[in-house]
């Protein structure tokens, strides 16, 4: 008999977190994970590329966000994102075709300046 151990911060498979909803605090749903983007030096997550879909009204549009501004809601399955929706309206973005170059240290520092974390390779 095998026993798996289970607790909070457990690694989770990419393939797993893409597709997953986002929703604000209120509930109210936001999007959803369509990529996530790691940093192949130091193996962590750099960004979550979400599409806000109609909450916004943004098309196609989508968006880097670092990944350490979400928070994980277990019984939800859910990620929650706590920026208000003046400020994802005016959020850097991308076309889908059309990705930023991730290795512009300037992009990533404005990115994570834009939602008040700090780098994740600082």
């Known amino acids: 008999m095998s026993h798996q151990l289970k607790f909070a911060n457990s690694p989770v498979k990419a393939s797993n977190i893409i597709g997953t909803p986002i929703a604000n605090p209120?509930?109210?749903?936001?999007?959803?994970?369509k990529e996530v983007v790691i940093d192949?030096?130091?193996g962590r997550v750099a960004y979550a590329v979400v599409s806000f879909g109609g909450?916004?009204?943004?098309?196609?549009?989508l968006f880097a966000i670092p990944f350490s501004a979400f928070e994980y809601n277990l019984s939800k399955n859910q990620y929650i994102l706590?920026?208000?929706?003046e400020r994802l309206e005016k959020a850097p973005g991308f076309d889908a075709d059309h990705w930023p170059s991730m290795?512009?240290?300037?992009?990533?520092?404005?990115?994570?300046?834009?939602?008040?974390?700090?780098?994740?390779?600082?």
């Open 26 to 33: 209120k509930g109210e749903s936001l999007g959803d994970i």
């Open 40 to 42: 192949p030096n130091s």
């Open 55 to 61: 909450f916004l009204s943004m098309g196609e549009k």
């Open 82 to 85: 706590d920026v208000s929706k």
């Open 103 to 122: 290795e512009d240290e300037q992009w990533n520092r404005d990115v994570y300046d834009y939602y008040d974390r700090s780098p994740y390779w600082e």
